[in-house]
């Protein structure tokens, strides 16, 4: 069975850091692409971070340029987001999906999702 579940969310005071997780079971990383979400309320899903399937291709938005790492582990079927230098806008709740092979920016494109995981920046 299929399945993304992600942790690590919480609450952190400004300029601080986070490492969200997302383990992936039921599928390879190796033909699978993975990107992170988030979404506010009352605002639209926005894409954050993308690591393809072969895991040399990553890409990220430009809200987080520079301050969110996207990695993968490929024995533990694990990716991570290290979200430094947190700011108050990025409060959101954080998902991680799955699309065969290459990233797309478009939620729609992404069959498979996970739960989510609240992250909150306030001092």
């Known amino acids: 069975q299929l399945q993304l579940v992600e942790s690590g969310g919480g609450l952190v005071q400004p300029g601080g850091s986070l490492r969200l997780s997302c383990a992936a079971s039921?599928?390879?990383?190796?033909?699978?692409?993975i990107a992170w979400f988030r979404q506010a309320p009352g605002k639209a899903r926005e894409a954050i971070s993308c690591?393809?399937?072969?895991?040399?291709?990553?890409d990220y938005g430009d809200s987080v340029k520079g301050r969110f790492t996207i990695s993968r582990d490929q024995a533990k079927n694990t990716v991570y987001l290290q979200m430094n230098s947190l700011k108050p806008e990025d409060t959101a709740v954080y998902y991680c999906?799955?699309?065969?092979?290459?990233?797309?920016?478009?939620?729609?494109?992404?069959?498979?999702w996970g739960q989510g995981t609240q992250v909150t920046v306030s001092p």
């Open positions: 999906a799955r699309r065969f092979r290459s990233c797309n920016s478009q939620p729609t494109e992404y069959p498979n």
């Open positions: 039921g599928f390879s990383l190796s033909w699978n692409a």
């Open positions: 690591i393809n399937n072969g895991g040399g291709s990553t």
